[in-house]
């Protein structure tokens, strides 16, 4: 197959278009300079923003961010691991990139499982030795694991949103938020505006440096009420009982990563995927929130470490 097109210049051009104009003097704008930018076209013709780094020649890690969120989060953690493995990415279709007028595209668990074997095949990829699941994005790693689209040698799962078929201890995000955006894709676009109005009344006062990036970046999906829509019709895919249930068949080496400050998703959650899974152990990591995935020095080490 042809490979796609590569990029190097991407300050605020495409593919970080929904960038607001400061993002050119972020920590994470430089940091992501390591990715080299592949347009790939999916079997629907949706077009896929796909980033690599590292030697195409080193065995491949395939990292899958939380679903709509942007791949500056993974930047840090992408070029630590590029000294020593091919890293493979890409930002979900829809999301973080929507204009006005943008047809809704597929946004099912089938979809994005297809989607990342489009990027590994565009970018001339081999198949993964490590993947590399983050909050959401967790859902697409497991389906396409369990149905054996995907496949590797090692797994590490970072703060996993997923919905569990067991009793637990829940955050307040998990206890409402995760219920409300099955609502909102059920009920459609009328009622995304209404939540997308409350999300933007709550706004508050604006950290700096890399934490404040990750806030803004962390916001994105709900820029509109158009994307806040589509962030929900995401969300609800992941609302797939059969996904924790078959957790079990998965026997390869899989470290599972929790950050002790996560105000977003329970340490339990993280806990109880450990203990179903077959070969699996849990690592808290201290003194960050959600996004450690970004910010967190540590678990980029133990990362590394891991699949090392």
Known sequence: MTQAPVSNSIALSRPYQYLPSEA???RLVEESRVFRHHPVTASDGETIHAFTCGAQEKPTVLLINALGMSSLLLARLAKVLSGDFHVVTWETRGLP???PDHTLPDLSLKRHVNDALTVLSQTGSTAPFGIVAFCSGVNVALRGLMQNKLD?????IVSPSIHLDCSQEE????RTMLPMWLDVAERGQPYASLIHRLLQSKSGDQETGLTGEVEVLDKLPFATAQSTFIYAIMQASCRDETIFANADTISIPTLVVHCDNDEIIHADTSRQLTSKLANA???KIAHHAHYGICT???MHIEIMNFLC
């Open 24 to 26: 050119a003097n972020w």
């Open 97 to 99: 990139s929507v204009g």
């Open 152 to 156: 590797c040698d090692r797994l590490c």
């Open 171 to 174: 955050t307040d995000y998990q």
């Open 281 to 283: 152990r849990h690592l």
């Open 296 to 298: 967190s020095d540590e």
